[in-house]
């Protein structure tokens, strides 16, 4: 007789047994979390687009806005197979909470495009984000949803959303409208060090993770799940801070060498052979035994669910520190807990992405340039005091860190419920 196989947790049911639990622990008020376990609205567009050879293809593309008591919706737009209500709604709902945890004028939304982008030209590309954006229309604004890039998605996709935008919008108005999306290249409005805010996050919270440890990450031997911006960037700064990077694992294969690999070369090599395998300094290595590596830090920083109760026993780091949304199921999650590994959750680990992307929309807003040194010091001042906020709340409830940075941010929204009441 076969054996009956598990199903797997989806994202949005792993975000709803967060929510649960840190809900239920603090006592959260019953009229707010009713408002807080759906969202306020889901978006879906269909639109064609026609392609370099002339054909037109029919896309679907999601923006779904889970809550906006902070301030206007906030978060990413991605392009990946794997991009559905489901998934947009489980990131949605994680946007609200590390909007709220980081201290923003926040809400969460995400969003996004159900396809492969490397199966589309450049010019493809171009209008296939120009035609989503005018089909979204004024379900996204500056004062009201305001997308950034995400999985696949980039500085100069961003420029054409806004673009496409403020064409929309009257001659007068233009120029009020810049800042609908952040992450947009440096010379379209867009902020000295937003491409490494993610990167650098991740690496200031194991910086504080390492300070409450009582050690140094000097020395410190880690491995990185995907190597696109918030990797590659959070190994350059792992790289200042003396770890040795050991193992890198994205959509092209799996390299290894426990005396250290190289992040510049290694992005280098990367950049100019589309896959990190045969990187001359490593060598390549079992996919499915990645999380097993020999080390003391893992960033998984790729999709969800990729750390769950089929891997989470072979784990040897310390710590993960989540670069990515989701990257830990919840079953995973009970084994890592078991066993005593840290994790620095993905709302407090992979939130200097939104931290910069409000530092850029107040930069647009208020007509200022930032300087990089700006940029940096306000950073690392969110991120710290954050971390810091999340420790204190575990010790006080006696619950592991996600618990605790979720309720910290859902505290910060019970407080403006209560304070301004239900409409009417």
């Known amino acids: 007789m076969a054996t009956a196989v598990k199903p797997r947790v989806g994202m949005y049911e792993n975000v709803k047994n967060q929510f649960e639990k840190a809900?239920?622990?603090?006592?959260?008020?019953?009229?707010?979390k009713k408002i807080l376990s759906i969202t306020n609205n889901e978006i879906v567009v269909h639109f064609p687009v026609k392609m370099d050879n002339g054909t037109v293809e029919v896309f679907t593309g999601y923006r779904v806005q889970h809550n906006n008591a902070l301030g206007p919706y906030k978060g990413g737009l991605r392009y990946h197979p794997t991009v559905d209500i489901d998934a947009a709604r489980a990131l949605a709902t994680w946007m609200t909470w590390k909007t709220s945890l980081a201290g923003l004028p926040y809400g969460g939304g995400k969003g996004g495009i159900q396809i492969d982008p490397k199966q589309y030209s450049l010019s493809e590309l171009e209008r296939i984000t120009r035609r989503f954006t005018y089909a979204l229309g004024d379900n996204i604004g500056p004062e009201h949803d305001i997308p950034a890039p995400d999985v696949n998605t980039n500085a100069q996709m961003m420029a054409w959303i806004a673009d496409t935008y403020m064409s929309t919008k009257s001659p007068s108005e233009r120029s009020?409208?810049?800042h609908v999306v952040t992450g947009k290249p440096v010379?379209?409005?867009?902020?000295?060090?937003?491409?490494?805010a993610t990167g650098f996050g991740v690496v200031v919270t194991l910086e504080s993770w390492a300070k409450v440890k009582g050690v140094t990450l000097e020395g410190k031997k880690y491995i990185v799940q995907g190597f696109g911006n918030v990797g590659y960037w959070a190994?350059?700064?792992m790289h200042k801070n003396g770890a040795i990077l050991v193992g890198v694992q994205d959509a092209t294969g799996t390299i290894y060498n426990p005396e250290g690999i190289d992040p510049e070369s290694l992005f280098r090599y990367q950049t100019e052979n589309a896959t990190i395998t045969g990187y001359a300094g490593s060598q390549d290595y079992a996919s499915d035994a990645f999380f097993g590596i020999e080390c003391d830090?893992?960033?998984?920083?790729?999709l969800g669910n990729q750390i769950t109760d089929e891997n989470a026993s072979s784990i040897k780091a310390q710590v993960i520190a989540e670069g990515a949304n989701g990257p830990v199921d919840t079953d995973g999650e009970i084994i890592l807990l078991e066993r005593g590994i840290d994790m620095i959750p993905d709302i407090l680990c992979n939130s200097?992405?939104?931290?910069?992307?409000?530092?850029e929309w107040l930069q647009n807003r208020n007509g200022e340039i930032w300087s990089m040194d700006d940029v940096v010091v306000k950073l690392r001042k969110k991120l710290?005091?954050?971390?810091?906020?999340?420790?204190?709340t575990s010790v006080q409830y006696q619950t592991d860190w996600r618990t605790a940075a979720y309720i910290q941010a859902l505290t910060r929204i019970e407080m403006a419920y209560k304070q301004r009441g239900i409409f009417p």
């Open 23 to 32: 809900a239920e622990l603090m006592g959260l008020d019953e009229s707010v």
């Open 176 to 178: 009020k409208n810049q």
């Open 187 to 196: 010379g379209s409005g867009g902020l000295e060090g937003r491409d490494r």
């Open 235 to 237: 190994a350059h700064f």
């Open 297 to 302: 830090v893992i960033i998984p920083a790729a």
């Open 352 to 359: 200097g992405g939104v931290i910069g992307s409000y530092f």
């Open 384 to 392: 710290e005091d954050a971390f810091n906020k999340v420790v204190t």
